[in-house]
C-alpha cells in the first residue's frame, strides 16, 4: 500500500509520500512515489501516486513523453494551466488503460490507481487535484483542503481536527508527519523513507524536497514528542465519575 | 458502518459500539449492537456485532432460542467456558448462512459479519474473542490487548500508542471514547448514541452499562478536551529547523 497526502494551504503546498511498495508480504521494495516538473520561476507541479506500480510508472513515462490532449501532444512543463495539468495526467491514465487495461481485468488485476498534482503555474492560481483510476479528478478547497490517496483512514483524525486552509506551512509539515507517523505505526504496508515536498504560493519553484530517513533527527524527535503528548493528553482527561 | 472495539485488560473489559445502522445514505436508523447474557456471580457475557443487519440479529436470535454444538442445544447462558462460547456464537454465525446465505449470494449481497465476544464464566479466565463471517475466531493476548471490528482504522492509532493489557479501566474508558470519537468526526456511517459496557474481571457481573447519548456531559468534555489537547500537542512539537 501506499499514503500520500497532499495540503493546499494559504501559504503554499506541502506534500508527503511513504515509499513502500509490495506485491505480497514477500515482495517489497522502495519506490519513489514523487515526481517534480519545474520550470523555476514560471510553473511547480508535483505528482503523488498509489495504487498498482506497473500503472503508476507507466503514466509518469507517458507524462514525459508527453500526452495527446485535445489533438496537441504536451508534457507537465507546456501545459498552460494546472486544470489543462490535471486534464493531461487523466489522459495519461486513460492511455494506460487503453494499453493495459484489458490484459490486467483478464487475469483479475484491478485497473487501481490514484494521484495527488499540487502546483502552480504562472498567471494561474495555485492547485491540488485528486485524481482517480478513470482520469477524472476533484480538487482540494478552502472547505476541505487536505486531500489523501492510498491507505488514508489511520492519518485521516488529526487531519480533520487540526487542519486549516490558514494553516502556515511550518505547521503543515508537522499535521503531514503526524499523519504519516500514525499511518506508519499502524500499517506496515507503508513504510520508510519519505519524499516530503514544500512550495511557497507565488513562488514557482520548489521550496524544500527532502527524502526523510529512519535515522532522521527530527522525525524521530517529532514521533517522540507526539506519542508521548498523546497519551499525557488522554491522561489529563478528567476520570469518568460514573464508573 | 458500525464500529465496535473491545479491551481486554488485566483489570476487566471495556466493550463500546456505536448504533448506527444503515442501508444507503438515506435509510439511516438506530439499532443497539451490544447485547449481553449475564447470569450474576456465574457468567457475564457481552457480545457486539458488525456487518448485515439482518445476519446478526438473525445470529443473536438463534442464540437465545439455543443453538446446537456437538450434538447438544445450548445458549450463552448454558455453555461451560468462554471458549465452547465463542464456539456456539460461530455455530450460529453458520447456521445463519447455511439459511440465508445462498440466496443472499445469488442477489449479490455479501454475507458479511464480524462479532467481538468478551466476557467470563465462573471457573475460567475472562476472554475477549474476535468472530468472523466463517465462524471461526481470534482471541486477545497480552501482546494484543484490544480488538476491533466495522470501520476500526480511524479510532486505531490511538490504541496502538496507548493502550497495554495494564491500562486501568478508567484510562481504558477514556481510550475507547477517544478512539471512536475519531472514528465518528472521520466516518458519517458511524453514529452516536454509543452502547458502553464495563466489567470488572472476576466479578461475574456487568460494573457499567451505559448508553452515552449526543448530550451526555462527560462525552462532550472529553471530545473538547482531547480535540484542544490534540492542537496543543503538534504546536508543542518543535518547528523542522530546516523549513
Redesign the interface.
Known amino acids: 500500500m501506499t499514503y500520500c497526502v497532499g495540503l493546499w494551504l494559504r501559504q503554499g503546498l506541502v506534500m508527503l509520500a511513504d515509499t513502500r511498495t509490495n506485491a505480497g508480504v514477500d515482495h517489497i521494495s522502495s519506490y519513489s512515489k514523487m515526481y517534480t516538473a519545474v520550470v523555476p520561476g514560471e510553473r511547480m507541479l508535483c505528482l503523488m501516486a498509489a495504487g498498482n506500480l506497473a500503472i503508476t510508472q507507466a503514466v509518469w513515462s507517458r507524462l514525459q513523453e508527453g500526452v495527446r490532449l485535445d489533438g496537441e501532444v504536451h508534457t507537465l512543463s507546456s501545459v498552460g494551466s494546472m486544470f489543462r495539468a490535471a486534464q493531461l495526467v487523466g489522459a495519461a491514465i486513460r492511455s494506460v488503460y487503453d494499453t493495459d487495461g484489458e490484459m490486467m481485468e483478464k487475469q483479475d488485476v484491478r485497473f487501481s490507481v490514484s494521484m495527488l498534482l499540487g502546483g502552480q503555474i504562472a498567471g494561474g492560481a495555485m492547485k491540488l487535484y485528486l485524481l482517480y483510476s478513470a482520469g477524472n479528478f476533484i480538487e482540494a478547497t478552502v472547505d476541505t483542503p487536505f486531500l489523501q490517496i492510498g491507505e488514508h483512514?489511520?492519518?485521516?483524525?488529526?487531519l480533520?481536527?487540526?487542519l486549516k486552509h490558514d494553516t502556515g506551512?511550518?505547521?503543515g509539515?508537522?499535521?503531514v508527519l503526524?499523519s504519516m507517523d500514525?499511518?506508519l505505526?499502524?500499517n506496515l504496508t507503508v513504510g520508510m523513507p519519505l519524499d516530503l515536498l514544500?512550495y511557497q504560493a507565488g513562488s514557482h519553484h520548489v521550496?524544500?524536497q527532502?527524502r526523510i530517513t529512519e535515522d532522521d533527527a527530527?522525525f524521530r524527535?517529532?514521533r517522540d514528542?507526539?506519542?508521548v503528548?498523546?497519551?499525557?493528553?488522554?491522561?489529563?482527561?478528567?476520570?469518568?465519575?460514573?464508573?
Open positions: 483512514k489511520y492519518g485521516k483524525p488529526i480533520d481536527r487540526a506551512l511550518d505547521d509539515v508537522k499535521l503526524v500514525s499511518t505505526r499502524s514544500v521550496r524544500l527532502r527530527y524527535g517529532l514528542c507526539w506519542s503528548a498523546l497519551r499525557d493528553s488522554y491522561r489529563r482527561i478528567p476520570d469518568p465519575g460514573w464508573l
